[in-house]
């Protein structure tokens, strides 16, 4: 099969020959063997003459993986005294199908000095927070950053959605106060 | 599946007993992504042969301990529904389905870059609902569009197709009567582009010659089938797109 019959915009399933690597560089959704680029996603192919670089543009869907770096979000499942369960649920804004599991330590809660977990987030708080981690088969997470923290949280006496004042959080139903990190956002719309 | 005891599998003519030449295969029907709940799936119709395939993942490995760090865990479960054969089948799975689950995840390890999502895992999940032989071949047909579907990344789509002799004849795709009356079956999965052999198997006596030629009989029909997977691929994919700028224009 000669490579030039790949056209800009042509489809392109898993396996198909896209050109040799002395005329193209192997971008995003290729794979190099043997000297021949092929696709590995179910897609368009892209030629980009000027840079000399093919890559595959995928239709199939995103798939959301937690990586280090990027930004989860999740429930809380489980506090003890020095870290928290998360159950992930969304990667980079996409929703995954099933879930992955992280955990938070109390030392990535806040540049402050937190003394417990529980000051932090409690169970079945919707957070948003960071992997800086994969080590030990685990997704260690951070919600140090000010854009970082808990999304939605509620009330440990009632279920009540608590309401942000600064550093206090307090439930308009009961008038309990409780302590939480928060994101800058939190209240403000959906869980995004 | 008629129950009528068909006498001669293979006329003079060379034309076997449900109408196909030697060297041709049962009709197909392939579909992709007809399951909502799955991240990817097909759906196919080989001769009798009903099949679905769905595929989930890459998603978190339960039990923890099977998790590798360099690379995603492919799973796969054969399984046929108690009402895919004559007499109804257990629903427990079977020594054959475990084996055939082995091979049929063996078939697709070389395919998957399963390295590109560790601590994962990805599992394929292949039911037959109505079994007329070469139920591996089309289970892993179909398997590998719902990988695809599920944007999983592949080197190549593996292509399977079953070979034998019948009678004395090498013939393609067998179907079930031929396979319990015929005297081998040689089935194989292919992949295409890079013209690597993923699964071999052989039940029968053929001489070396004979194996050969089977081999090359199936290759040959497992070129056939890729270029319907293509289609198939190609009629979720591209044709979604096209509808939706026909909306656009409306």
Known sequence: ?192 | MSKKKVKKLINGKGIRYDGRKLNELRPIKLEVGVLDNADGSAYIEQGKNKILAAVYGPKEVHPKHLAMPDRSLLRCRYHMAPFSVEERKSPAPSRREKELSKVIREAFEPSVFTEYYPRTSIDIVIEVLQADGGTRCAGITAASLALADAGIPMRDLVSACAAGKVEGHLVLDVADLEDKQGEADVPVAYMPNLNAITLLQMDGMLTSEEFEQAINLAVEGCKQIYQLQKEALKAKYVEVKEAKKEDAEQ
């Open chain 1, 1 to 192: 099969m000669s490579s030039s019959k790949q056209k800009s915009g042509q489809f392109v399933v898993p396996g198909d020959r896209l050109g040799v690597i002395e005329e193209f560089v192997p971008g995003p959704g290729t794979y190099e063997e043997n000297g021949t680029i092929y696709s590995f996603a179910t897609g368009r192919a892209l030629v980009d003459m000027l840079s000399k670089q093919v890559s595959v543009f995928p239709k199939t869907r995103f798939l959301p993986v937690p990586k280090v770096g990027s930004i989860v979000t999740g429930q809380v499942r489980e506090v003890q005294s020095k870290t928290a369960n998360l159950r992930i649920f969304q990667v980079d804004k996409h929703p995954i199908s099933g879930s992955f599991t992280g955990v938070l330590h109390v030392s990535d809660v806040s540049f402050h000095y937190v003394e417990i977990m529980h000051d932090a987030c409690k169970p079945g708080d919707i957070v948003r927070a960071k992997v800086v981690s994969d080590k030990n088969r685990t997704f260690h997470l951070s919600i140090k950053e000010p854009d970082l923290g808990a999304l939605h949280a509620f009330c440990s006496r009632c279920g009540n959605v608590l309401t942000s004042r600064g550093a206090q959080m307090r439930c308009l139903k009961c008038g309990k106060i409780e302590r939480r990190k928060v994101a800058q956002d939190y209240g403000k719309g959906g869980i995004v």
